[in-house]
């Protein structure tokens, strides 16, 4: 007969082992989103940006994690050449999203940053990064 306090031990061990597992997969997942050739481009177009530079008082510039759970606005699809990414941003004096649409090309399998806009948190303020405001209509 098996002893309650080795069940105890076991229920323990695995619920560590469950967990651990779970926070290795969420960061595996995290880091290959952010491998991304459509989030490369869609930060490198943020830090180009002397006015989404302005307004979050950047530099500094981090990220912080994507929300996994939220699959309508996280929708990463290479296979169909689509990429829907809101990307937390923190700079020196504000905080925002950064939203960004990513196409890639059937025959180059190049992508593309069809709309990327930073919406900031504190003053509701709206910047849109791509496409250009030269060519906003």
Same mark, same amino acid.
């Given at each position: 007969?098996?002893?309650?306090?080795?069940?105890?031990?076991?229920?323990?061990? $695995?619920?560590?082992?469950?967990?651990?597992?779970?926070?290795?997969?969420?960061?595996?997942?995290?880091?290959?989103? +952010? +491998?991304?050739?459509?989030?490369?481009?869609?930060?490198?177009?943020?830090?180009?940006?002397?006015?989404?530079? +302005?307004?979050? $008082?950047?530099?500094?510039?981090?990220?912080?994690?994507?929300?996994?759970?939220?699959?309508?606005?996280?929708?990463?699809?290479?296979?169909? $050449?689509?990429?829907?990414?809101?990307?937390?941003?923190?700079?020196?004096?504000?905080? $925002?999203?950064?939203?960004?649409?990513?196409?890639?090309? +059937?025959?180059?399998?190049?992508?593309?940053?069809?709309?990327?806009?930073?919406?900031?948190?504190?003053?509701?303020?709206?910047?849109?990064?791509?496409?250009?405001?030269?060519?906003?209509?």
């Amino acid at each position: 007969m098996v002893s309650t306090e080795l069940l105890k031990r076991i229920a323990l061990y $695995g619920g560590a082992l469950a967990l651990g597992s779970a926070f290795l997969m969420r960061n595996r997942i995290q880091n290959s989103l +952010a +491998a991304g050739e459509y989030y490369k481009k869609s930060m490198e177009a943020l830090s180009q940006d002397p006015t989404a530079m +302005a307004a979050l $008082g950047a530099p500094p510039l981090k990220t912080r994690h994507l929300d996994l759970g939220d699959t309508e606005v996280n929708n990463v699809q290479p296979h169909l $050449g689509y990429a829907r990414l809101d990307i937390p941003v923190v700079g020196g004096r504000e905080k $925002g999203t950064l939203r960004t649409n990513c196409k890639r090309d +059937a025959t180059t399998g190049v992508w593309t940053i069809e709309k990327l806009e930073l919406f900031l948190e504190n003053t509701g303020q709206t910047v849109t990064i791509v496409p250009p405001s030269s060519e906003r209509r």
